[in-house]
C-alpha cells in the first residue's frame, strides 16, 4: 500500500538523486599512484610498498611472489642490505622508519621454510645471454634473464656462487646455508651455472657458448695496497684475501693482537671476524674521524660492541716486526687528514690492509668500444651496455656505489635492457612518478606504533663463534612491522575517501578494486584528497 | 573511548580497515552503508553539517536495523535534504519548525510507545531520533530540549554545532565563539567579533538534567562518533550527541579543511570531546597531538581580524586560555589523567 | 447515559471514549480542567493505552502532537488565549501538514491587559490558519463535537478545533447525555493515516517548497476545507444516527423561515439569544437567530441561504478587530454580498463583560428599528473612555491606561499619587 501522500510538503526517498551535484565542481578529485619513497631509494627498485601491502594482510606468499618481481634474494637482502630505502622511509618522520628490511628477510626465510618457488617463464624466447661471474650482480641478471625466458649461462670463475656474499660478508651476518639456497632457487628456473672456470677473453667465451649477448659482473677483487715502508719480518695481509680465506679448509693465522687498517665496512667485518678467531685486541686504524668513516655506524656500533677498538685520526706510517709506527692527523678545513709528525707505536701479531679493490680488466683486452675509466667499465647509465654493443656489465665492476644491492639493481637493469637489445628494440626511458612526499601524506591517520628492533645474539656468543648475529621477526613482529607502513602515494583501501566524502560521490569498487568517484555528485570539495592519508588522490582542476 | 584493537598502518582513525573482521569496521566503510543522506542534497561543497549527519543517521539506521524515525529542525541541514521536489533523506523523517525538534521527537516516541503497547510489546522496536543545528538546538530549541529531557522521553537529540545560524547567513548563536566574526558580530570596535564572556555549553546543561546519555563528538574522530550513537542507541530515554560540524561557507574556511577543522578544535581543547551517563561524566577523548589554538584559528577567515599587521595577540592568548581551562577541567591531556 | 457534570469534565470523558493515544497538557485557565480530567483517566487506567504528557509549553504541546499524529497516533490537546498564541507557529505548522489533530480551545480573551476571561479573541485570531473551527452553543454540543471532530479531522487530514466558551461552558455544570463506548466506536473508526512515519515506507514530510509550488499547496488546503462544508453536515447527519441528537452541521437557525430580523452568533451566547429571540417574538418582532457552528470552512453558501430572505442582520460577536470591527461580520457580510439587507455589528462579552438580556433586548430593538449603529459594543461605558481621550489629549504621560479607568470607576486606589 502506498499512501496518497499530500502535494509537495511529502516526498519519497532518492528523489534528490535527480539533482546532479557534479555540475557545481571546479576541481576534480583523480586516484593517482605516487612513487613511495622507499621504493625511489631501494637500489634494486624493489616495489616496498606493494610487498608490504600483501604483507599487512598476512598474505605472505602474495607478498613474496611481489617482491621477487624485482629482486631474487629477500632473505640476502634482510642480512646484508644497507636498506637506504628505510632512510628514505616517511615513517621516520613520525616516529621510526617501517622496518623494511626486517620484514624482507622474514619473507625470504619464510619461502625458504615454506620451499617457495618462483613462477616459470611463460616461454623460451630460443635467445642464449652468458653471464660472467656468480656474485648478486650475476645472479640478479641470469635470474631476470632467464624469467623473461632467455636460455642463460652463468660462468663463475669460483667454486662456489655468490661473489663477494661468499668470499667477503661473513657467515655471522650471512649464513651460507641462506646464500646458498637463495641462489638454488634460480638455478631451479633452468640457469646453468659453470664453477671454477675464470673467463680471460670474453667474446671468445661467448662465442664458444654461442652467445647472443652478455653481461659482465666480475666484481673487484684486487686488493689495493697502501705504501707502508716494512721490513720483511712485518705480518702484512689484505683483508679480501683474509674473507676469502673463512670459506678455505684453514682458517687465516691473525694472531691475539690485529690491526686492521681502513675505514671501510671491509675493515669492521676482518676486525669482527679477527675478534671471532680468538684475538684479544683488534683495532682498526683509520685517517679520520667516526663521522667521516664510510663504514655504516650501525656495523661500527657492532664491532664496538664486540670489543674491537678504533684508533681515529691515525695512519700508519711503518711497520718493522711486531711494531707498528702510527702518525698522528689533524682534519684541516676541508676535512683532509694532515699529519701532525706526532708519532706512536703499536705492537700487532698481524696487519690486515682493508684499503678497498680494484677491477681486473684483463679478459676485457682487446674488445673494441669499450671504455675503462677510473678503474671501472663504463657504461650507458640508462642501460647498463658499454661500449661493445651487445655487452653489458654491472656491479661492482661498474660506475656507481659498490654494494649488494646496487649490483642487483644493476642486473635487473641489464636483463631488461638485454632482453630489449635482443629484440632490437630500446627501452623507452620510464617517466618516474612523482614521489609521494612526507607532505603529500595526512599521517594523523596512523596511530602511533614504533619500530620493532630485531633481537640480537648475545656478546658472548657474538665473539666466540661465527653465528648469524642478527636475529629474525617472528610472524607476529613482522606482521606488526609490515602494518606499520604508511602506504605513500598508493591507495591502501582505508576507506577514509568512501567515508568522508559529504556527497556520497565516492564508489566502494570492493576488496582489491579500490574506488571510482561518481562525477555525477562529486561537488569537487577536496576532503577525499585533503583526508587520503596515503596522498593517492589529486585535485586537479576541471577544465572550461 | 577509544577502540579497543590497535591497529599500525590502518590505524585506528581511518574509515576503514580491510584487516578487521567485518563487524568491528565502521558502518561508513561498508558497501552497504544506508547513505541515509543521499547524494544530491544542495549542501555547500565540503560541509561539515552533511557528513556529519550521515555519519549519525547511518550509524543509528544500523544500530536499530533501519527501525528508525527522524525529526529535523529548520536550518541548513533541512533546507539543503529537502526542498520540493527531491528529498534527500531515505528514512521517516519529519521537519515541522525551527525550535521544536525535541518536542515532535516527544511526540513520535509517543505515539511508537503506544503503538507498542497495542501489539502486545514491551517497548517500540522504531526508535527516535531528533535533530537540529547549533542555533535550532541551543537557542530557539533549547525550552523543548529541556523538556524534552526532564520527561527523559525516548529520543535521541543531535545538535549538528556549526557555532551559528548558517542558514540565515551566518548569525550569531549561543554556540558561536569568541572573537568569531558573523553577520551579527562584525569585526569592528574593540572587541571584534563574538564578545568573551557569552554563550552557552548545552552539552553540560544537558548533563545537568542528567538524563541517561550525553556526549560530543566531531566529524573528525568516525569510530568515536559511530561507537557513541551506537551507544546511545542501546539505550532508552534522553540522550543527547553535540556533533562539531565545521561550515566552511559560515567560517570562511576551505572546503577540503573541513575534517581538520574538526580534529584542530579537539586537538586544541576548543572542543572537549566526552561522555556522560545519568549527569556524570565518565569518559574524555584525551588530546592525542597538542596544537596551539592558532593552528585552528588561521585556517578561518572568521578570526581573520586576529592575525596580520592589526592582530590581536591578546584576543588569540584569551582564546587559548579557554582551551587551557578546558583542557584542565576535562583533563584531556593524557598525562592529567583525569580519564 | 444521561448525567449531571462540569462542561470540562464532559468534553474530557467524551474524548477519553475517542480513545486518544496521545495527549498533550499544558495548563491555562480555563482549559484546564479538561486535560485534568483527561489526566486522571490516562493516570487511573481507565485510558489506556494512552500516552498523557505534561510539556514545557504551549509550543510543545503542539510540537508533540505533530509528531505523535505525524506517526499515525490519534492526537488530542486542549489550549485557551495565550496558550494558543504561544503555540501559533505549530498550530499553522500542523494544517500546513495536513495533521489531524483535535485541540479544544476554550476560548478566553488575549491579553494585555490579562483576562482569563470568555472571549472569541484567541480562535479568532487563528482563523486564517488552516485548522476547522467548530463552535459548540453548549456542554452537550461541545461533547458531541469532540466526537465528531475525531472523525471529520482523520478523513480530511486536517486538524479541528473546538471552541467552547470558556467558564461559560467549561465549568458549568449541566446535565449531558454521555454516550457509551460502542456507541462512539460505531461511529468513529480507527484512526487510518493518510501519511505517515514508518520505516516499511520512508518519507520525507515537510519539504521546503518554493514558488514553483507553493500556491499549490496552499489552493489545495483551501480544496480540501472546501470538500469539508460537505463533509461536515454529512457527519452531523451520520452522528445523529447513530446517538440520536442533533450536533454540528454548519449553521443552525432558530425561528429564522420567517424573520426580518436574524441575529448571527456564535457559540453559547447562542442560547441566551434564543431566549431573546422568544421574547421579541412574544412582542410580534420577526427575529430568529442563526448560530454559525462550523466557522472554517466559512460555509458562505449556508449563511446566504439563511440570510437571503430576511431585511437585516446583526451580527453579535466576542471578537473584535482593533481598527476595523467585528471579525465574523466581515465574513458574514461576505456572505451578503449582493442580497440587499442591512447589517449591524454588535461586539459584546469581551473579557469575559456579562451578555445581559436586557442589554440584548436593547440593542436588538434598536436594529429592528434601524436605529443602531453600524458598529456598537454592548454595555461600553462611555463616561470612561471619553474622559480617558480627554486626559490623553490633555497630556502627554497619561499613566498606565488600567489604573486610569479602575480609578474612573472608583474601583482603585493608586498605589502612587497620579501626576498632573
Ligand atoms: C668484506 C665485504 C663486506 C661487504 N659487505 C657488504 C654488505 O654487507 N652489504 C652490501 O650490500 N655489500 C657489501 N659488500 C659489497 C658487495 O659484496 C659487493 O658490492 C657486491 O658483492 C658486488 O657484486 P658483484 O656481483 O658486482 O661482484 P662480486 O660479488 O665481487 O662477484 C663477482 C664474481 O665474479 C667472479 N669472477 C671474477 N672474475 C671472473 C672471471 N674472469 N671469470 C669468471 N668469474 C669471475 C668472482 O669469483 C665473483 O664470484 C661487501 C664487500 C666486502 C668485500
Ligand atoms: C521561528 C523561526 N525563527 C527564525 C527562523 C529563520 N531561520 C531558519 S534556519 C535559521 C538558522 C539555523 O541555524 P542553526 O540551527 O544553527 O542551523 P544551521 O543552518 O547553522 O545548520 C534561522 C534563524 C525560522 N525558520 N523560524
Ligand atoms: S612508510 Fe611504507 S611506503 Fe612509505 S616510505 Fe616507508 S616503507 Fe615506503
Ligand atoms: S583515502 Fe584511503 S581508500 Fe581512498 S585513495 Fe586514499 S588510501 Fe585509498
Ligand atoms: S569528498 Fe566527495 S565531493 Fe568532495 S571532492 Fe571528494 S568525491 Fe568530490
Ligand atoms: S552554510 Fe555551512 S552548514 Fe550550511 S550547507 Fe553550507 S557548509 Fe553546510
Ligand atoms: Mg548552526
Known amino acids: 500500500m502506498t499512501m496518497k501522500k499530500p502535494f509537495a510538503i511529502t516526498l519519497d526517498p532518492g528523489s534528490s538523486l535527480a539533482n546532479k551535484t557534479g555540475a557545481w565542481r571546479t576541481e576534480r578529485p583523480v586516484y593517482v599512484d605516487r612513487l613511495p619513497p622507499c621504493n625511489a631509494e631501494c637500489p634494486a627498485g624493489e616495489d616496498i610498498q606493494g610487498w608490504l601491502y600483501h604483507a599487512e594482510g598476512g598474505d605472505y606468499q602474495a607478498a613474496w611472489h611481489h617482491l621477487v618481481r624485482e629482486n631474487p634474494f629477500p632473505a640476502i637482502m634482510g642480512r646484508v642490505c644497507y636498506h637506504t630505502c628505510e632512510g628514505a622511509c616517511n615513517r621516520g618522520q613520525l616516529d621510526a622508519a617501517v622496518g623494511i628490511n626486517s620484514v624482507e628477510r622474514f619473507l625470504g626465510d619464510e619461502a625458504l621454510k615454506q620451499g617457495w618457488q618462483f613462477d616459470a617463464p611463460e616461454l623460451e624466447t630460443g635467445k642464449h645471454v652468458l653471464v660472467v661471474g656468480a656474485g648478486p650482480s650475476g645472479l640478479s641478471a641470469a635470474y631476470h634473464l632467464r624469467r623473461i625466458g632467455h636460455r642463460v649461462t652463468v660462468i663463475e670463475a669460483g667454486e662456489a656462487p655468490g661473489g663477494m656474499m ?70 702484512i695481509l689484505d683483508a679480501v684475501a683474509v674473507l676469502r680465506s673463512m670459506e678455505g679448509e684453514a682458517p687465516p693465522m691473525l694472531g691475539r693482537r690485529v690491526v686492521v687498517y681502513g675505514g671501510g665496512n671491509t675493515a669492521i667485518d676482518v676486525a669482527r671476524t679477527a675478534r671471532r678467531l680468538g684475538a684479544t685486541e683488534a683495532i682498526i686504524v683509520y685517517r679520520r674521524t667516526r663521522e667521516r668513516m664510510p663504514a655504516h655506524d650501525f656495523e661500527l656500533e657492532e664491532a664496538l660492541e664486540e670489543g674491537v677498538k678504533v684508533k681515529w685520526l691515525s695512519t700508519i706510517t711503518g711497520a718493522e716486526g711486531g711494531t707498528l709506527t702510527i702518525e698522528k692527523m689533524v682534519l684541516d678545513g676541508e676535512g683532509r687528514p694532515q699529519p701532525t709528525g706526532e708519532f706512536e707505536t703499536l705492537d700487532t701479531d698481524s696487519l690486515v690492509l682493508a684499503l678497498g679493490q680494484d677491477v681486473d680488466m684483463s679478459l676485457l683486452s682487446g674488445v673494441p668500444g669499450l671504455v675503462a675509466e677510473d678503474g671501472v667499465v663504463q657504461v650507458d647509465a640508462a642501460t647498463q651496455m658499454t661500449g661493445y654493443p651487445g655487452l653489458f656489465a654491472g656491479g661492482d665492476m661498474a660506475p656507481g656505489t659498490r654494494n649488494v644491492t646496487v649490483a642487483i639493481g644493476h642486473g635487473k637493469r641489464a636483463a631488461r635492457n638485454i632482453d630489449a637489445w635482443l629484440r632490437g628494440e630500446v627501452l623507452a626511458p620510464k617517466v618516474p612518478k612523482p614521489v609521494a612526499a612526507f607532505d603529500a601524506l595526512n599521517p594523523w591517520y596512523y596511530s602511533d606504533a614504533p619500530k620493532t628492533l630485531r633481537p640480537q645474539l648475545d656478546i658472548a656468543r657474538r665473539t666466540s663463534s661465527f653465528d648469524e648475529v642478527q636475529g629474525g621477526l617472528t610472524e607476529a613482529t613482522a606482521l606488526f612491522e609490515a602494518r606499520r607502513c604508511l602506504s605513500c602515494g598508493n591507495c591502501f583501501e582505508c576507506d577514509n575517501c568512501y567515508g568522508v566524502c559529504p556527497d556520497n560521490a565516492v564508489i566502494k569498487l570492493g576488496p582489491g578494486l579500490r574506488f571510482e568517484i561518481n562525477l555525477d555528485y562529486c561537488k569537487g570539495c577536496g576532503i577525499c584528497a585533503s583526508e587520503c592519508p596515503c596522498g593517492a588522490i589529486e585535485m586537479v582542476l576541471e577544465e572550461g | 573511548m577509544t577502540q579497543p584493537i590497535k591497529f599500525y598502518q590502518t590505524g585506528t582513525f581511518t574509515v576503514g580497515n580491510r584487516l578487521l573482521p567485518e563487524d568491528l569496521r565502521t558502518v561508513q566503510s561498508s558497501e552497504a552503508r544506508d547513505n541515509s543522506l543521499n547524494s544530491g542534497h544542495r549542501a555547500c561543497q565540503g560541509c561539515g553539517e552533511a557528513l556529519g549527519a550521515r555519519y549519525v543517521v547511518d550509524a543509528a539506521m544500523r544500530a536499530t536495523g533501519g527501525q528508525l524515525i527522524a525529526a529535523n529542525a529548520t536550518g541548513c541541514l533541512e533546507v539543503f535534504s529537502t526542498p520540493y521536489p527531491e528529498t534527500s533523506w531515505q528514512l521517516p523523517w519529519l521537519h515541522s519548525l525551527f525550535g521544536n525538534a525535541a518536542a515532535v521527537g516527544s511526540g513520535i516516541a509517543a505515539a511508537l510507545k503506544v503503538k507498542a503497547q497495542k501489539a502486545g510489546q514491551a517497548q517500540s522496536t522504531i526508535r527516535v531520533i531528533a535533530q537540529g543545528g547549533d542555533g535550532g538546538t541551543t537557542d530557539i530549541g533549547f525550552g523543548c530540549l529541556s523538556g524534552m529531557f526532564e520527561r527523559n522521553d525516548d529520543v535521541l537529540y543531535i545538535c549538528y554545532d556549526n557555532e551559528g545560524y548558517m542558514n540565515t547567513g551566518v548569525q550569531r548563536s549561543s554556540a558561536t ?15 571584534p567579533g563574538a564578545e568573551f ?13 542528567e538524563i541517561p546519555y550525553v556526549a560530543t563528538a566531531t566529524v573528525a574522530d568516525l569510530h568515536d562518533l559511530e561507537a557513541k550513537v551506537e551507544k546511545a542507541m542501546s539505550m532508552h530515554g534522553a540522550r543527547y550527541l553535540q556533533v562539531f560540524v565545521p561550515c566552511p561557507l559560515g567560517w570562511g574556511a576551505a572546503s577540503c579543511d573541513t575534517i581538520r577543522l574538526a580534529r584542530l578544535a579537539r586537538e586544541t581543547g576548543l572542543f572537549p570531546v566526552f561522555e556522560a551517563e545519568n549527569g556524570e561524566i565518565t569518559a574524555v577523548t584525551k588530546i592525542r597531538r597538542p596544537v596551539p589554538v592558532d593552528d585552528y584559528l588561521r585556517l578561518q577567515k572568521r578570526f581573520a581580524h586576529l592575525f596580520g599587521p592589526k592582530g590581536h595577540p591578546e584576543t588569540i592568548a584569551r582564546i587559548q586560555a579557554m582551551a587551557d581551562k578546558n583542557i584542565k577541567r576535562f583533563g584531556l591531556m593524557a598525562e592529567e589523567g583525569a580519564a | 447515559m444521561i448525567k449531571q457534570t462540569e ?12 480513545r486518544p493515544e496521545v495527549i498533550c497538557a499544558y495548563p491555562i485557565s480555563p482549559q484546564t480542567h479538561i486535560v485534568e480530567g483527561l489526566g486522571a483517566l490516562v493516570k487511573g487506567g481507565e485510558l489506556a493505552p494512552c500516552e498523557f504528557l505534561n510539556v514545557e509549553s504551549e509550543f510543545a504541546a503542539m510540537s508533540v502532537a505533530i509528531g505523535s499524529s505525524a506517526t499515525g497516533a490519534r492526537t488530542y490537546t486542549a489550549t485557551a488565549s495565550q496558550g494558543l498564541l504561544f503555540m501559533v507557529e505549530a498550530v499553522y505548522n500542523a494544517s500546513g501538514l495536513g495533521l489531524p489533530i483535535v485541540m479544544t480551545v476554550a476560548n478566553r480573551a488575549i491579553g494585555a491587559p490579562i483576562n482569563i476571561w470568555n472571549d472569541h479573541s484567541d480562535s479568532m485570531s487563528q482563523r486564517d490558519c488552516g485548522w476547522i473551527q467548530l463552535f459548540a452553543e453548549s456542554n452537550q454540543e461541545a461533547l458531541d463535537l469532540h466526537i465528531q471532530a475525531f472523525k471529520l479531522a482523520e478523513e480530511m487530514s486536517m486538524p479541528v478545533m473546538v471552541c467552547m466558551d470558556g467558564f461559560i461552558l467549561t465549568h458549568a455544570y449541566e446535565q449531558v447525555d454521555m454516550p457509551d463506548q460502542a456507541q462512539v466506536d460505531a461511529f468513529l473508526p480507527p484512526y487510518e493515516p493518510r501519511q505517515v512515519l514508518d520505516p516499511a515506507e520512508p518519507v520525507s514530510i515537510g519539504a521546503m517548497v518554493g514558488p514553483e509550488a507553493f500556491m499549490e499547496v496552499r489552493y489545495l488546503a483551501h480544496a480540501k476545507q472546501t470538500m469539508a462544508l460537505d463533509r461536515i453536515p454529512e457527519i452531523a447527519a451520520e452522528f445523529h444516527e447513530v446517538f440520536g441528537r442533533d450536533a454540528g452541521g454548519l449553521v443552525r437557525g432558530y425561528r429564522i ?6 441575529v448571527v452568533a456564535l457559540g453559547s451566547v447562542v442560547g441566551t439569544l434564543e431566549e431573546t429571540i ?20 466559512f460555509p458562505m453558501a449556508a449563511v446566504r441561504a439563511a440570510l437571503a430572505r430576511c431585511a437585516r442582520v446583526v451580527v453579535l460577536e466576542k471578537s473584535f478587530a482593533v481598527g476595523l470591527g467585528g471579525i465574523v461580520s466581515t465574513d458574514v457580510r461576505l456572505a451578503m454580498v449582493r442580497i440587499h439587507v442591512r447589517g449591524y455589528t454588535v461586539v459584546a462579552g469581551l ?37 480617558h481621550l480627554a486626559r490623553e489629549a490633555a497630556s502627554r504621560r497619561t499613566g498606565p491606561i488600567a489604573e486610569n479607568l479602575l480609578r474612573d470607576i472608583g ?10
Open chain 3, 257 to 262: 423561515e420567517d424573520a426580518e430580523t436574524i
Open chain 2, 197 to 209: 564572556g557569552k554563550g552557552k555549553n548545552v552539552p553540560l546543561i544537558a548533563v545537568a538534567h
Open chain 3, 351 to 387: 473579557g469575559g463583560r456579562p451578555i445581559t438580556q436586557d442589554s440584548l433586548l436593547r440593542v436588538l430593538r434598536l436594529a429592528v428599528a434601524d436605529e443602531l449603529k453600524n458598529l456598537t459594543f454592548l454595555d461600553l461605558d462611555w463616561d470612561i473612555v471619553n474622559n
Open chain 1, 166 to 235: 661468499r668470499f667477503g660478508i661473513p657467515k655471522y651476518r650471512l649464513p651460507r646455508d641462506v646464500l646458498d639456497a637463495e641462489v638454488a632457487r634460480i638455478a631451479a628456473l633452468g640457469v646453468t651455472f659453470s664453477y671454477g672456470e675464470k673467463v680471460a677473453d670474453i667474446r671468445a667465451s661467448m662465442a664458444e657458448v654461442g652467445a647472443d649477448a652478455a653481461y659482465l659482473a666480475i666484481g673487484a677483487h684486487i686488493a689495493k695496497r697502501a705504501f707502508i715502508p716494512a721490513k720483511d719480518s712485518a705480518h
Open chain 2, 177 to 191: 565563539p569568541p572573537a568569531a566574526r558573523t553577520a551579527t558580530t562584525q569585526p569592528l570596535g574593540p572587541e
Open chain 3, 411 to 420: 474601583a482603585s486606589a493608586p498605589t502612587r499619587k497620579a501626576r498632573p
Open chain 3, 7 to 18: 462542561g470540562s469534565q464532559a468534553v474530557a470523558e467524551a474524548v477519553a471514549l475517542c
Open chain 3, 278 to 297: 422568544d421574547t421579541m417574538r412574544a412582542e410580534g418582532v420577526k427575529i430568529g437567530v442563526l448560530s454559525i457552528r462550523c466557522f472554517r470552512p
